[in-house]
C-alpha cells in the first residue's frame, strides 16, 4: 500500500468514526516520550538542564510554552538552535537529538508546536511565527541563557523541517539550517513557499532518508533545493533510512516500508550528521 492509500484509508477510517472524533488526530496522533536508552550516539562532557518557559503569546497571538535544553555551568555565550516541531510532534520525539547536543555545549529551544486543524487556514504559519519568535527572545537573552547571536541555527523534521526553512527566510541572520527529511503539505496554510525559500540564505544540511515513502528526496526535498539557489547546500541521505525513523516513538511504524536499519542505528546517524554540521558551521 502507497502511501496515498494509507491516507485515503484513514481519512475514509475517520470519516466513519463517531461524532467528536478528530480527523486530525486520526492521521497524527500523539504519542507519549520512548526514551532511547543508552542515547544512540555518546553524549559530550557538559550536564543536560532541561526546563520550559511559559509564555502569554508564544508568537503567534496564543499562549504557549519552549522546552529548552542547555549545557550546565558552560562558559561564554554559547551557539544554539530553535528547532520546529513536525505535524502534532512533542519535544520528546527528538530528545537524544536535544539532549547530544546540549551535552556538547548547545543550547536548544523548541517552541510548542500548535495541533494541527484542516480548518485553521493559518496554521503553518502560526508555527512558523512561534520560531521566529522563539529565535528573536533566545538571540535578545529572554530565555534565561547567555547566546553567541552569530551562532543561531535552525532546524527541524518532517513538516516543521519546512517551517525551519520558512522561519530562517525571515531571519537573515540564521547562522545555519538543518532539516531532517522536510516534508511538504497539500496545502501550505497562511504561507507563500514559492516566496520565501529564493529568501533562505543559511547553510544548509539535508537529511534525508533513502526510503522514504512520505517525502522522496525527488520530490518535495528537490523542489525546495532547486528555489533555495541562495544558500548553500550540502545533502546527506541514509542508506535504508525510513521516514518514521527520524522521530523516536514508534505508535505508526507500520506506516514504514520494510528496512534493514534500525530506529536507533538511523537516529544515531541522524544526530551525529547534526552536529558535526553546526560543529562546522557555528
Not at 5 to 26: D, K, N, P, T, Y
Not at 74 to 89: E, I, K, Q, T, Y
Not at 134 to 160: K, M, N, W
Not at 212 to 221: F, K, L, N, R, Y
Request: proline letters at 7%; hydrophobic letters at 45%; one cysteine or more.
Amino acid at each position: 500500500m502507497t502511501n496515498l492509500q494509507r491516507v485515503i484509508c484513514a481519512f475514509i477510517l475517520a470519516c466513519c468514526c463517531w461524532s467528536g472524533c478528530s480527523i486530525e488526530m486520526m492521521l497524527f496522533p500523539i504519542f507519549e516520550p520512548e526514551p532511547l536508552d543508552p542515547p544512540p550516539v555518546a553524549l559530550g562532557s557538559f550536564t543536560v538542564i532541561e526546563r520550559r518557559i511559559e509564555f502569554d503569546d508564544l508568537g503567534d497571538g496564543m499562549p504557549g510554552g519552549i522546552t529548552i535544553f542547555e549545557p550546565e555551568d558552560a562558559d561564554g555565550a554559547r551557539p544554539a538552535m530553535v528547532w520546529l516541531l513536525g505535524v502534532n510532534n512533542r519535544a520528546h520525539y527528538h530528545q537524544s537529538l536535544h539532549e547530544h547536543l546540549a551535552s556538547f555545549g548547545y543550547v536548544v529551544a523548541v517552541p510548542d508546536t500548535r495541533d494541527i486543524s484542516f480548518a485553521d487556514t493559518e496554521y503553518h504559519q502560526r508555527n512558523t511565527l512561534n520560531g521566529n519568535r522563539t529565535f528573536d527572545r533566545l538571540v535578545a537573552g529572554a530565555l534565561g541563557v547567555d547566546i553567541d547571536a552569530a551562532r543561531v541555527a535552525l532546524g527541524g523534521y518532517s513538516a516543521g523541517g519546512s517551517l525551519a526553512a520558512f522561519a530562517a527566510a525571515r531571519a537573515p541572520t540564521t547562522a545555519a539550517l538543518v532539516m531532517w527529511a522536510p516534508a511538504p503539505a497539500p496545502i501550505w496554510q497562511g504561507l507563500a513557499p514559492n516566496e520565501l525559500l529564493p529568501q533562505v540564505t543559511a547553510s544548509t544540511l539535508f537529511l534525508l532518508a533513502e526510503l522514504d515513502d512520505v517525502t522522496p528526496a525527488d520530490e518535495w526535498p528537490a523542489e525546495m533545493m532547486m528555489r533555495m539557489s541562495a544558500a548553500e547546500q550540502s545533502t546527506q541521505t541514509i542508506d535504508d533510512g525510513v521516514h518514521l525513523f527520524l522521530q523516536q516513538p514508534s505508535g505508526v511504524d507500520d506506516r514504514s516500508p520494510p528496512t534493514s536499519i534500525t530506529r536507533r542505528e538511523q537516529m544515531g546517524i541522524a544526530i551525529e550528521a547534526t552536529r558535526v554540521f553546526l560543529d562546522e558551521r557555528l
